[in-house]
């Protein structure tokens, strides 16, 4: 029918190529157009202006000799005042952008490793972008944005590479336990010694608790006894410790303690032995 009344229909967002017999003559914008075809006006074919993605796939080799597969995503569109270049000057425009995006891919992943690769994945896509769009633009074609969406290593590299990284993470791991643990065994040297040191205080308070005492019960004593000497008072008190220490070995059935010599007259020699030591030692000190 459109045919019959000369007119043809554009879709929005396409533009129709117009040619007189055989021969460009314009091109026509969305909506009803009027194409007398008993001139021999026709159209040629239609081109749509919207946003186009293609992916491509590009296997190449790192410096390191890592072989990985590159994949591009290039986003592009016919520019509306280069319709007719479009869509006469190229007959495969895929095509052209993939080799476009092969030989750039291909010159600059070969001179970085396959750490770097992955790093520097932008400048690659900047790199790529550049080249397309100065090499599409004279065809009517604009490249909105070239992206790297994928870098994919052969799959034994890949598992190398995972085992590197867990063997990383495990000895950060072993290290961060060592650390762990020294400060455990620090912490708890510092509370033993602490712990050794408050019992030393404790002792020695103990023992001049003692000592204090005796001196106490001594002087007591003596003063309300006539006639008794110190000699008397110490020789009484370890008689009675000799005798209460007996007691608690003999509640115990199953107590090891051996008293040599034993006897209470032993008592009096200890107790000799010790005076006569803490004699000597107040002389030496003299």
């Known amino acids: ?4 009344l000369c007119c043809v229909l554009v879709k929005q967002s396409d533009v129709a190529i117009k040619e007189r017999f055989g021969k460009f003559e314009k091109v026509l914008n969305p909506g009803l157009q009027f194409v007398p075809w008993v001139i021999g006006d026709y159209v040629a074919g239609h081109l749509t202006l919207r946003l186009q993605q293609l992916d491509v796939q590009c296997e190449t080799k790192t410096k390191d000799n890592v072989f990985v597969t590159v994949v591009a995503s290039i986003q592009y569109r016919v520019l509306v005042d280069k319709a007719s270049d479009a869509f006469y000057r190229l007959s495969n425009p895929t095509s052209q952008i993939k080799a476009y995006v092969f030989d750039v891919i291909r ?23 550049e080249e397309l769009d100065k090499a599409m633009t004279a065809y009517g074609y604009e490249i909105l944005q070239t992206l790297i969406i994928d870098i994919e290593p052969d799959q ?3 598992r190398a590479m995972n085992e590197i990284n867990a063997a990383a993470r495990m000895r950060v791991a072993a290290n961060e336990k060592a650390e762990a643990e020294k400060i455990i065994q620090i912490k708890r040297a510092e509370g033993e010694a602490e712990s050794k040191y408050l019992s030393g205080l404790g002792i020695a308070r103990q023992r001049q608790a003692i000592v204090d005492g005796l001196r106490d019960s001594v002087l007591g004593f ?13 020789d009484m008190v370890m ?5 209460d ?4 070995i003999g509640a115990h059935s199953k107590s090891s303690s051996v008293f040599i010599p034993h006897g ?4 009096a020699d200890v107790a000799t032995q010790i005076r006569n030591g803490l004699l000597q030692a107040h002389q030496t000190n003299a």
């Not at 029918?1 to 019959?4: C, P, S």
């Open 1 to 4: 029918m459109g045919n019959l």
């Open 245 to 248: 220490t007996m007691r608690d």
């Open 264 to 267: 209470p007259g032993a008592v």
């Open 156 to 158: 034994q590299v890949k």
């Open 239 to 243: 008689m009675t410790q000799y005798f």
């Open 222 to 234: 003596a003063g309300n006894v006539p006639g008794t000497s110190a000699k008397d008072v110490l």
């Open 107 to 129: 010159a600059c992943v070969p001179k970085l490793n396959l750490d770097d690769v992955f790093e520097q994945k932008n400048e690659i896509a900047k790199s790529v972008e």
